[in-house]
């Protein structure tokens, strides 16, 4: 890619700050921070063998923008704005080529290539449908929406279910297993908060 999510979010934050006039941080305890889900997304070296790392998700993303430098998917570069993202893991895309090809990937590489073929304008959908646009919500508030829906940044909604203390996400494909969220409060402290799901959440029925 000729450019990182890291170094999209960097010069997003610096556009952010000149618009804004900033001279000088804030005390760290004033407001939250603003490292955005993206630079989160590029900690790591790429594709590897971690399946609960985000890999695919990281290039997926570049690639709606690489394509679509204006599309609603920059959310996630722009740490001064609020989010909420619920993160489909390596192994949540691999989970998803599988069922749909009856195939699973051999790599983290085929596993992107494999998503990659659906095009741009699917995968644009997938990612939005992922987003909870203006707000920042911890584990202890997705708990708290249990038996309801939020609003996602697609236009559409996405329900929550908590079964003994486990929170799973229904999607628009009843036939497809719900994902689960497995690990909460990534990015802590800041505007944008993730919380990682086991696999990915489908706005339409695959299948159909």
Sequence with gaps: MKKTLRSLAATLAAGAMVAAGVATAAPASAAPGTTSLAEVLAADSGFDKNAKDFDILERAVLAVLDNRPDSPVGLLADGDRRATAFLP??????????GLTGEKPANERATWQATRSVGI????????????????????????????????????????????GRVFLGDRDRGATNPEVTVTNINRGNKQIGHAINRVLRPFDFSG
């Design 89 to 98: 893991t390596d192994l949540a895309f691999s989970r998803l080529v599988t």
């Design 121 to 164: 304008d699917t995968i644009e959908e997938v990612l939005l449908y992922h987003v909870i646009p203006s707000r920042t919500i911890y584990r202890k508030g997705v708990l708290a929406a249990r038996g309801t829906r939020v609003d996602v940044a697609n236009g559409d909604s996405v329900a929550v279910i908590v079964r003994d």
